[in-house]
């Protein structure tokens, strides 16, 4: 599985939401993520891909364009 599909998954499995035709929009304001929702999210990110994410790495700001910093990051990251 890629890592587009691993994380729409994973987000699916989380929050009962299909992101899949989502990738531009904003997470927050789609009422998908809201703080909590973000840290389960790194958490789970985080186990399924065996890395460690630096809070501070992603701010509220950085879920805009949520899925192509999350997939540069975990691409890097890997």
């Known amino acids: 599985m ?12 989380l929050f009962m939401e ?10 927050f304001d789609a009422g998908v993520l809201d703080s909590m929702g973000t840290v389960e999210l790194i958490v789970e990110i985080e186990n399924r891909f065996d890395i460690r994410v630096p809070v501070t790495e992603f701010g509220r700001d950085d879920w805009n364009s949520w899925f192509v910093g999350l997939s540069a990051y975990l691409f890097l990251s890997c």
Not at 7 to 13: G, S
Not at 18 to 27: A, G, Q
């Open 2 to 13: 890629d890592i587009k599909s691993e994380v729409i998954e994973i987000i699916d499995e």
């Open 18 to 27: 299909d992101v899949s035709d989502m990738m531009d929009e904003d997470l």
